[in-house]
């Protein structure tokens, strides 16, 4: 099964070639070779970046869980495909067949059919990591639902926001969650976000923590109970290539997050194989991909890449310092974890703790380290490198995005270099380029500037759910004719990329990404509030915090700074959730804005980031002594 994995530089070299020369042949190729199809397609691609329409495969007819799981139930049946590591050290491991999977898979898919959901028919999930988490993603591919997981730490505001954009007519949750010694309400959240959605008929609730829970008449479910009634197989809906697998929801800058679509035949493709590449994946592995399912990096490298080929895939449903900041270590040993793949945010906050945390574990099992999500610095790389990986793992620090559906320039292990801080060399089929300012592609080596793909890639996002222009002006216009990914890179003398961090105003904190408007919307909801601007400054662990500056109304006079700037981070949990919280909050009387009105964002940045000796003409402002105060007021 592992036909299409990448043996060695020369044959890195000589893939990549190929994918570029002739990518359909290329792509033609892995796609017959390695996958069930149950018809072939007309065309691998077609494509046209100025409208921008992309179709890999058209043509062709599938179910990806029939890749995922059944194909694989004649020789891998008893093999684990889900390890579920729970919350609690002491509550039992399990170890989920794939006959298992397929059985608690087809089982769901009936529950969903009973009550009315049907092809096409957006779903929303948010649940914690547990293993029906990953089984109502995959009963939802049975059928051909449209899956949108909602990461269970969003706000109720948040939740409806998503379940709204795409009209759910279904959500699936739990009684509760289990977080280190917390449980969390899920299903009260669930309970005031519907309070907005009018289009939800069903609530499907998992029993996970035992808690009293409202169970609303006709609407709410217990799952447990419905899956006892249903039967144990449903066929697989065929699916045309390019039909919507799954909405994923990202924040972009400005207010409406954006719902990526992503479909299925390109996207399972690229996260099977670019799985079994960057990880190098053999047979017997114990695969671990500390994620959560409701981010891209779960739904592509825990469910879909994983299974695809028949691995073993870890799901943890905790925190890496519950009961302490062994538990990572704890659970490499305990089930012999082969590749590791974390966020630099994680590695940070173990690597500040004592290395008494890693004693007496024994991590030899491990024969790769991954890393994900933001730029990772110099010394969490070596840190990672010595303690973790005891300088014999390759670390795979591996850039990608929602958008991008799979990983697209990262190293691969024993065949390409690594170098601290960089992500190195384009997968195949990835075809990178960097612009300068005026829209010049910059040739050669040795420079930086905006990173750009050139080329389809089959895992690529085809729209944004109910927005087509919107992805158009977001992705498409900057610099026409190439995707343009809102990062920016440098080139090194070897052709080796380093990611330099966004150049747009998302700020990406603990390896979240989070775009500023929606924040400054969160806080101009306050009463007292008259205007607000978020910029990221450097943190130790996050990566990047944020700062807000905050201008009040003139009735706030009275009130108790501190109260409000915890109102104010009340504000933005109520709105978003936790992840977005302010580290730091300045009160300024004005925002610096340029003639126009627009706030200089650029100014604002250096300030919270210390460099106020360093800002540049500010004589253009429309109000340049407001910088001179809110220098004066740094926190
Ligand atoms: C943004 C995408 C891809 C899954 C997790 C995040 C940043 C991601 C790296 C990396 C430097 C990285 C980029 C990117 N990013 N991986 N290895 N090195 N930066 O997905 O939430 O869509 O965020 O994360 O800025 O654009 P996402």
């Not at 447990?224 to 924040?251: H, V």
């Not at 500040?352 to 610095?377: A, F, Q």
């Not at 910029?535 to 009735?555: N, Q, R, W």
């Amino acid at each position: 099964m592992s036909d299409y994995q990448i043996k060695g530089f020369a044959a890195y070299k000589s893939t990549y070639q190929k994918s570029v020369k002739e990518p359909e042949a290329f792509w033609d190729e892995i796609a017959s070779e390695n996958f069930v199809w149950q018809k072939k397609w007309d065309t691998v691609l077609d494509w046209d970046f100025s409208k921008p329409e992309v179709k890999w495969f058209e043509g062709a007819q599938l179910n990806i869980t029939e890749n995922c799981i059944d194909r694989h139930l004649e020789t891998r049946g008893d093999k684990t495909a889900i390890l579920f590591e729970p919350n609690d050290p002491s509550e039992a491991t399990q170890h989920i067949t794939y006959n298992e999977l397929s059985e608690r898979v087809n089982r769901f898919a009936n529950v969903l059919k009973s009550n009315g959901i049907t092809k096409g028919d957006r779903v929303c999930i948010y649940l914690p990591m547990i293993p029906e988490l990953a089984v109502s993603v995959l009963a939802c591919a049975r059928i051909g639902a449209i899956h949108s997981v909602v990461f269970a730490g969003f706000s109720s505001t948040a939740l409806s926001t998503r379940i709204n954009d795409s009209d759910c007519k279904m959500v699936i949750t739990s009684d509760g969650s289990y977080r280190g010694e917390k449980t969390i309400d899920l299903k009260g959240i669930v309970d005031e976000a519907l309070q907005e959605c009018s289009v939800v008929e069903t609530v499907l609730v998992a029993k996970r923590i035992n808690s009293d829970i409202q169970m609303k008449e006709g609407r709410d479910k217990w799952l447990q109970l419905e899956l006892g009634a249903a039967s144990a197989f449903c066929k697989p809906e065929m699916m045309d290539a390019e039909d919507p697998l799954f909405i994923l929801y990202t924040s972009g800058s400005t207010g409406m997050p954006k719902g990526m679509v992503h479909t299925t035949a390109g996207y399972m493709v690229y996260t099977a194989y670019t799985f079994s590449n960057v990880f190098q994946y053999q047979e017997n592995d114990v695969y671990w991909c500390t994620a959560d399912i409701g981010w891209i990096t779960g739904h592509s490298y825990i469910v879909y890449g994983p299974l695809a080929n028949g691995a073993t895939t870890v799901i943890f449903e905790g925190t890496p310092s519950y009961p302490d900041c062994g538990r990572f270590w704890a659970i490499v040993e305990k089930h012999k974890v082969n590749q590791f793949y974390t966020a630099p945010t994680a590695i940070r906050a173990l690597a500040k703790e004592s290395l008494d945390n890693l004693e007496g574990y024994d991590l030899s099992s491990l024969k790769v380290l991954g890393t994900v999500g933001e730029p990772i610095n110099e010394e969490a790389w070596h840190w990672y490198d010595e303690n973790i990986g005891k300088k014999k793992c390759p670390i795979v620090d591996t850039w990608w995005q929602t958008e991008t559906g799979g990983i697209l320039i990262s190293p691969i292990p024993n065949c390409t270099e690594t170098k601290p801080t960089y992500a190195t060399l384009p997968l195949p089929g990835t075809q990178p380029a960097l612009f300068d300012e005026n829209g010049v592609e910059l040739e050669g080596n040795n420079l930086e500037g905006s990173l750009c793909i050139k080329y389809p890639w089959p895992s690529m996002a085809r729209t944004i759910w109910g927005n087509h222009n919107r992805y158009r002006e977001t992705y498409f216009s900057a610099f026409p004719g190439t995707y343009f990914t809102g990062d920016g890179a440098l080139r090194d003398g070897d052709g080796f990329y380093r990611i330099t961090g966004r150049v747009d105003d998302v700020i990406i904190v603990s390896g979240h990404n989070l775009g500023t408007a929606p924040i400054e919307d969160a806080i101009n909801e306050h009463p007292l509030v008259a205007e607000s601007a978020i910029v990221g400054f450097p943190h130790d662990i996050k990566g990047s915090a944020l700062y807000g500056y905050v201008t009040l109304k003139e009735k706030a006079l009275s009130r108790n700074p501190d109260d409000l700037r915890l109102e104010i981070n009340q504000m933005i949990a109520d709105l978003i959730g936790l992840i977005a919280k302010l580290d730091k909050i300045q009160f300024t009387n004005g925002l610096p804005k340029t003639r126009s009105g627009k706030i200089m964002r650029r100014i604002l940045r250096k300030i919270a980031c210390g460099e106020v000796d360093n800002l540049g003409d500010i004589s253009t402002l429309l109000n340049p002594e407001v910088v001179e105060d809110i220098k004066e007021n740094v926190i």
